[in-house]
């Protein structure tokens, strides 16, 4: 590391050599939230059962400080999307992406969380969990063995290493805006792909007020 934060360059004193350990911000701080992932407490489809046993005793996630399975998106670090992510459900996904606070994880967890898997050309079916949210990480499989997940969970870990203090997104002065809820009406609209989503979602509205129906019901 060579940044202002850092300074690999300092030389022991030959009195104090062996009393004390030289090491950078970043390694303690990465030391700290590697181990202290909390992911959240949420399961989507069959791949959530190989979650599940990658919490209990045989696997035992707690031996990587992520015993602490959170229901609640504001205390959690990482959302292991395990399962198939239909239209129906990404709404709820990316709002709960969204109430978690920095610095936050995402992993997909399987071959439907990655790019849809078996069910890829189902007319229900968002094909990848990354379509919406940004993924860290990726676990092949249908599903993904317990080891295959840890194996995932450990190469966050890695990622999480990598990391700077100096350059991470959640100390920037930019503030980061909350991905734009899907809706889902016929079909599934990402409101980014239409840049006058506001207007014509009040339009909608305005019609639908408007409508024989409404006015037969009012
Ligand atoms: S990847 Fe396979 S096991 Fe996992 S949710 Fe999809 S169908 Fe089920």
Do not use: H
């Not at 940044?3 to 970043?26: A, C, K, M, W, Y």
């Not at 046993?53 to 998106?73: H, I, K, L, N």
């Not at 290493?161 to 805006?177: C, H, K, L, M």
């Amino acid at each position: 590391m060579t940044d202002g934060v850092n300074n690999p360059e300092f030389q022991v004193p030959p009195e104090l050599q062996g009393q004390v350990n030289v090491t950078s911000i970043d390694r303690i701080y990465n030391w700290g939230r590697r181990n202290s992932i909390w992911p959240m407490m949420f399961g989507l489809a069959c791949c959530a059962i190989e979650m599940i046993c990658v919490a209990a005793s045989r696997y035992d996630f707690s031996r990587f400080g992520m015993e602490v399975m959170r229901p609640s998106p504001r205390q959690s670090d990482l959302m292991i999307v395990s399962g198939t992510v239909t239209k129906k459900m990404i709404p709820q996904i990316v709002r709960l992406y969204n109430q978690m606070p920095e610095p936050k994880y995402v992993l997909a967890m399987g071959a439907c969380a990655s790019g849809g898997g078996p069910f890829k050309e189902g007319y229900s079916v968002v094909s990848g969990v990354d379509k919406f949210v940004p993924v860290d990480v990726y676990v092949p499989g249908c599903p993904p063995t317990p080891q295959a997940l840890l194996n995932g969970l450990i190469t966050l870990q890695k990622k999480i290493d990598q990391q700077s203090i100096g350059t991470v997104r959640w100390y920037r002065d930019e503030v980061s805006e909350p991905i734009p809820i899907p809706v889902l009406g016929p079909d599934l609209l990402d409101p980014r792909d239409f840049p006058n989503f506001n207007e014509l979602k009040a339009a909608v509205r305005t019609a639908s007020s408007e409508s024989p129906e409404a006015e037969a019901a009012s």
